[in-house]
Protein backbone atom coordinates (compact mmCIF):
# COMPACT_ATOMS: atom_id res chain seq x y z
CA UNK A 1 0.00 0.00 0.00
CA UNK A 2 2.93 2.30 0.65
CA UNK A 3 4.39 2.06 -2.09
CA UNK A 4 1.17 2.52 -4.58
CA UNK A 5 0.59 5.84 -2.25
CA UNK A 6 4.13 6.97 -2.90
CA UNK A 7 3.63 6.53 -6.43
CA UNK A 8 0.40 8.37 -6.13
CA UNK A 9 2.09 11.14 -4.03
CA UNK A 10 4.72 11.39 -6.91
CA UNK A 11 1.85 11.43 -9.72
CA UNK A 12 0.10 14.05 -7.95
CA UNK A 13 3.18 16.48 -7.56
CA UNK A 14 3.91 16.04 -11.03
CA UNK A 15 0.53 16.98 -12.27
CA UNK A 16 -0.50 20.13 -10.08
CA UNK A 17 0.60 22.49 -7.80
CA UNK A 18 0.31 21.32 -3.68
CA UNK A 19 1.16 23.94 -1.53
CA UNK A 20 0.54 22.17 2.00
CA UNK A 21 0.51 18.61 3.66
CA UNK A 22 -3.16 19.75 4.22
CA UNK A 23 -3.57 19.77 0.15
CA UNK A 24 -1.44 16.19 -0.36
CA UNK A 25 -3.87 15.09 1.99
CA UNK A 26 -7.38 15.70 0.59
CA UNK A 27 -5.72 14.68 -2.89
CA UNK A 28 -4.87 11.31 -1.59
CA UNK A 29 -7.62 11.07 -0.24
CA UNK A 30 -9.58 11.50 -3.35
CA UNK A 31 -7.60 9.01 -4.72
CA UNK A 32 -8.41 6.05 -2.31
CA UNK A 33 -5.58 6.87 0.30
CA UNK A 34 -7.35 7.73 3.50
CA UNK A 35 -4.38 8.79 5.56
CA UNK A 36 -3.38 11.07 8.49
CA UNK A 37 -1.47 13.88 8.40
CA UNK A 38 1.32 12.34 10.29
CA UNK A 39 1.45 9.42 7.61
CA UNK A 40 1.61 12.66 4.67
CA UNK A 41 4.50 13.92 6.27
CA UNK A 42 6.78 10.68 6.76
CA UNK A 43 6.16 10.27 3.07
CA UNK A 44 7.30 13.74 1.84
CA UNK A 45 10.32 12.66 4.62
CA UNK A 46 10.85 9.55 2.69
CA UNK A 47 10.34 10.92 -0.85
CA UNK A 48 12.51 13.44 0.05
CA UNK A 49 10.37 16.31 -1.63
CA UNK A 50 11.31 19.58 -1.53
CA UNK A 51 9.35 22.93 -1.90
CA UNK A 52 9.96 24.94 -4.84
CA UNK A 53 9.04 28.62 -5.38
CA UNK A 54 6.13 28.99 -7.61
CA UNK A 55 6.22 31.88 -10.47
CA UNK A 56 2.84 33.48 -8.21
CA UNK A 57 5.88 33.59 -5.22
CA UNK A 58 4.18 30.89 -3.42
CA UNK A 59 5.84 26.81 -2.81
CA UNK A 60 4.74 23.89 -3.78
CA UNK A 61 6.37 20.11 -3.35
CA UNK A 62 8.51 19.04 -6.10
CA UNK A 63 11.23 16.31 -6.45
CA UNK A 64 14.76 16.78 -7.13
CA UNK A 65 14.27 14.91 -10.33
CA UNK A 66 14.21 18.47 -12.48
CA UNK A 67 17.49 19.02 -11.20
CA UNK A 68 18.71 15.99 -12.15
CA UNK A 69 17.57 16.27 -15.83
CA UNK A 70 19.11 19.37 -16.08
CA UNK A 71 22.72 17.96 -15.18
CA UNK A 72 21.79 14.84 -17.66
CA UNK A 73 20.63 17.12 -20.35
CA UNK A 74 24.54 19.29 -19.33
CA UNK A 75 26.15 15.59 -19.70
CA UNK A 76 24.25 14.29 -22.91
CA UNK A 77 25.35 18.03 -24.61
CA UNK A 78 28.87 17.32 -23.23
CA UNK A 79 29.25 14.43 -24.14
CA UNK A 80 27.14 14.22 -27.60
CA UNK A 81 29.18 17.61 -28.90
CA UNK A 82 32.49 16.30 -28.41
CA UNK A 83 31.93 12.76 -29.60
CA UNK A 84 29.30 12.89 -32.80
CA UNK A 85 30.59 13.94 -36.54
CA UNK A 86 27.17 13.73 -38.22
CA UNK A 87 24.03 12.82 -38.30
CA UNK A 88 21.37 11.74 -40.97
CA UNK A 89 18.36 9.74 -41.65
CA UNK A 90 17.02 7.28 -44.12
CA UNK A 91 12.85 6.78 -43.74
CA UNK A 92 12.58 6.28 -39.83
CA UNK A 93 16.63 5.05 -38.99
CA UNK A 94 18.68 7.74 -37.68
CA UNK A 95 22.27 7.24 -38.65
CA UNK A 96 24.88 9.01 -36.22
CA UNK A 97 28.52 8.60 -36.93
CA UNK A 98 30.69 9.02 -33.94
CA UNK A 99 35.00 9.12 -33.62
CA UNK A 100 36.04 5.94 -33.50
CA UNK A 101 35.64 4.48 -30.05
CA UNK A 102 32.97 7.08 -28.68
CA UNK A 103 29.53 5.79 -29.88
CA UNK A 104 29.11 3.92 -26.84
CA UNK A 105 29.18 6.81 -24.48
CA UNK A 106 27.42 9.32 -27.05
CA UNK A 107 24.40 6.59 -27.44
CA UNK A 108 24.55 5.96 -23.18
CA UNK A 109 23.97 9.72 -22.97
CA UNK A 110 21.08 9.78 -25.79
CA UNK A 111 19.47 6.90 -24.18
CA UNK A 112 19.81 8.99 -20.82
CA UNK A 113 17.56 11.81 -22.17
CA UNK A 114 14.60 9.67 -23.16
CA UNK A 115 14.05 11.18 -26.49
CA UNK A 116 9.97 10.70 -27.65
CA UNK A 117 9.89 8.53 -30.61
CA UNK A 118 12.84 7.02 -30.30
CA UNK A 119 11.94 2.81 -30.22
CA UNK A 120 15.71 1.65 -29.62
CA UNK A 121 19.11 2.26 -29.91
CA UNK A 122 22.12 0.18 -31.24
CA UNK A 123 26.09 1.46 -30.74
CA UNK A 124 29.43 -0.04 -32.37
CA UNK A 125 32.49 1.60 -32.30
CA UNK A 126 31.92 4.36 -34.50
CA UNK A 127 28.25 4.50 -35.13
CA UNK A 128 24.70 4.73 -33.54
CA UNK A 129 21.64 3.43 -34.91
CA UNK A 130 18.23 5.46 -33.46
CA UNK A 131 15.00 3.16 -34.67
CA UNK A 132 12.53 6.01 -34.80
CA UNK A 133 8.94 5.36 -34.80
CA UNK A 134 8.20 7.06 -37.70
CA UNK A 135 9.88 8.77 -40.52
CA UNK A 136 8.66 12.52 -39.26
CA UNK A 137 10.29 11.73 -35.81
CA UNK A 138 13.35 10.91 -37.31
CA UNK A 139 13.37 14.12 -39.05
CA UNK A 140 12.69 16.50 -35.92
CA UNK A 141 15.40 14.21 -34.03
CA UNK A 142 17.99 15.26 -36.92
CA UNK A 143 17.24 18.83 -36.73
CA UNK A 144 17.87 18.88 -32.94
CA UNK A 145 20.78 17.10 -33.00
CA UNK A 146 22.60 18.72 -35.74
CA UNK A 147 22.07 21.86 -33.69
CA UNK A 148 24.42 20.05 -31.05
CA UNK A 149 27.24 19.30 -33.05
CA UNK A 150 27.26 22.47 -35.31
Not at 10 to 32: D, M
Not at 56 to 70: I, L
Request: hydrophobic fraction near 40%; proline fraction near 0%.
Amino acid sequence: MKVKRHAKILELISNQQINTQEELQAELSKNGFHVTQATVSRDIKELRLIKSLSSDGGYYYTTQQKEKKNDLSFKFHTIFSESVNSVDYAQNLVVIKCYTGMANAACAALDSIQWDGVMGTIAGDDTILLIMRNEKLAENIIKDLNKLIH
